[in-house]
């Protein structure tokens, strides 16, 4: 399979953007959130919530460092 051929298996998504992708990083705490029945908007039932940034590796398979934590957003 070559690389064209994969389907991106991550979605990161903070306020009004989304990055499709197949590897993060999270260096610090973070929780997984399961809510079967209280989807996000988004239609998300599963999720992890964390304050720090988060390394992404995108779907050109280029390591980036996402945006900042969600604390720091104004």
Known sequence: MTPDQLIPVVTLKQT???DMGYQMVIDGPCR????PYEPLPCGAHLWIETYKSVQ????Q???VTARRPY????
């Open 32 to 35: 997984i959130v399961y809510k």
């Open 16 to 18: 009004n953007r989304n």
């Open 61 to 63: 398979f280029k390591p």
């Open 56 to 59: 992404f590796v995108d779907t």
């Open 71 to 74: 604390k720091d957003i104004c």
